[in-house]
């Protein structure tokens, strides 16, 4: 039995939500790991970073390897309407894999959060910062330039809503609330 759908968002991005749901069936999706499944934002924040600006220019490769962002890693709890999401796309017979920006040294880090979170750890983890290249139907994606890139090549793209990714007016950019 199919569960039913629960969308948080605009009444225009339901309609274009609903309208994927309707062809969904062994469609490839690609979902973020970072601030789209795992809210790393709520821990930037408590530790007193700008996060609304992305990318924040205070925040660079060296941060995300450091012990401070470790930390705020294991802490970050899921984002429950992109796991609903998931689930709804899981039962609707898609194929969900997961890719992320993060520096590969975090694999096992990455994996552990995954599995502790009770996440479809079985899905595959593709590390890489150009996620068009996974060819993917469909990503669920908070980064703006990822989502810019996404978009110009005519792929839907579901946004978890925070305060630096808005302004996507584009008949396949699908925001969601958090």
Known sequence: ?????????????LRKFTNILTNVKGKLIC??????????????????????????????????????????????????N???ILDALDELGTDIFFATSRNIRL???????????????????YFTATKHILEADIYIEDNPEQISKLLSLGKPVLIPSWQYNQGFDNENAIYFNI
């Not at 992305?54 to 012990?67: A, H, R």
Request: glycine share 4%.
């Open 1 to 13: 039995m199919i569960n039913i759908m629960y969308f948080s968002g605009k009444v225009k991005d």
């Open 82 to 84: 992109t796991c609903k």
């Open 107 to 125: 694999k096992e880090l990455t994996r552990k959060w995954i599995e502790k979170q009770g996440i479809w750890n079985e899905h595959a983890i």
């Open 31 to 80: 979902c973020d790991i970072d601030n789209t499944l795992a809210d790393v934002n709520t821990q930037l924040k408590k530790a007193g970073y700008d996060i609304s600006k992305y990318p924040n220019p205070v925040l660079d490769q060296d941060f995300w390897t450091s012990y401070e962002a470790i930390q705020m890693f294991i802490k970050a709890q899921k984002i429950k």
